[in-house]
């Protein structure tokens, strides 16, 4: 059963100092409010599953962060829902027992008092997991660069008709003369 998880921070007390004891979890957290990925929209819960595992240096989380993200096709702008599903894997060292000689945890994955916070673990996963260029199908036309038309679902005749009509007038347009046309005519 999933339960929801109002806040990033998970309450871990009882793993702590017990290493080899685990706890599964399957979580709904939402996703971090401020971040903002342009024309993405982060609005569904992201699903958090996997194994708490405490270690001798803290607790390791295992899973796998799972959310449906709404974007816009890289090629033809239209709405696009992507289902993100990325395997993590972090531990969340307990300060106290990282030796003084080696590399402090890396920020945000901490264990303090009996508690993690998953908010940076969420975060790099949707980072991770987000398609840069995302495609509504593999094969997606686009629109064309001339008239706009989405190809997908319309035959616009521009690159068959190089005279076409909607861009007459411009040929008929004279721009000023620029500085090597004035120079020329004073030859
Ligand atoms: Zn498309
Ligand atoms: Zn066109």
Do not use: K
Not at 52 to 59: F, T, Y
Not at 63 to 68: E, K, L, Q
Not at 93 to 120: C, K, M, N, Q, T
């Amino acid at each position: 059963m999933t339960s929801t998880l109002h806040d990033h921070v998970l309450d871990v007390h009882e793993l702590v100092d017990q290493p080899g004891a685990s706890r599964r979890v399957d979580l709904a957290v939402a996703a971090p409010g401020d971040l903002a990925l342009p024309l993405a929209d982060l609005s569904a819960p992201v699903r958090l599953g996997g194994v708490l595992e405490s270690v001798v240096e803290g607790i390791l989380v295992r899973g796998h962060v799972a959310m449906d993200v709404g974007l816009a096709c890289s090629r033809c702008l239209e709405p696009v829902g992507v289902g993100l599903d990325e395997p993590v894997t972090e531990l969340y060292a307990d300060p106290s027992r990282v030796p003084d000689d080696a590399e402090p945890p890396d920020e945000g994955f901490e264990l303090r008092d009996g508690r993690i916070d998953l908010d940076p673990l969420v975060r790099d996963a949707i980072a991770a997991a987000i398609p840069a260029q995302p495609r509504c199908r593999p094969d997606c036309a686009g629109l064309c660069p001339q008239c706009g038309a989405n190809r997908n679902e319309v035959d616009c005749d521009c690159s068959d008709d190089p005279t076409d009509t909607r861009w007459a007038a411009l040929r008929g347009l004279r721009l000023p003369a620029g500085p090597d046309d004035t120079a020329r005519a004073e030859t």
